[in-house]
């Protein structure tokens, strides 16, 4: 069975910083665009990050633009997202999903999810 795992998620102060990891169980991750989505309380979903299954080549919400840095290790299938200078406002559960296409911003583009991570960011 195809599955994603994040971990990494926890409390911190604003200003500090958090990695995820986004491991694949039961496929490789080689040939998968991998997104990272987050979800507050009362909010859309919405994509945060992505990076493609070739060339390695990433894309940010403007939101999170020179905070936030992407990559993956398809040795070890798994993504990783550092989360630098984080603020009250990124707090959400974070997701990564997987599709076999491209990069995608909408939540329908992807074919796997993983179970979410929390990160909280509060002083």
């Known amino acids: 069975q195809l599955q994603l795992v994040e971990s990494g998620g926890g409390l911190v102060q604003p200003g500090g910083s958090l990695r995820l990891s986004c491991a694949a169980s039961?496929?490789?991750?080689?040939?998968?665009?991998i997104g990272w989505f987050r979800q507050a309380p009362g909010k859309e979903r919405e994509g945060v990050s992505c990076?493609?299954?070739?060339?390695?080549?990433?894309n940010y919400a403007d939101s999170v633009k020179g905070r936030f840095t992407i990559s993956r290790d398809n040795a070890k299938d798994t993504v990783y997202l550092q989360m630098n200078s984080l603020k009250p406002e990124d707090t959400a559960v974070y997701y990564c999903?997987?599709?076999?296409?491209?990069?995608?911003?909408?939540?329908?583009?992807?074919?796997?999810w993983g179970q979410g991570t929390q990160v909280t960011v509060s002083s």
């Open positions: 999903a997987a599709t076999y296409r491209y990069c995608s911003d909408y939540v329908q583009s992807y074919d796997y």
């Open positions: 039961g496929f490789t991750l080689d040939y998968y665009a």
């Open positions: 990076i493609s299954s070739s060339n390695s080549r990433t």
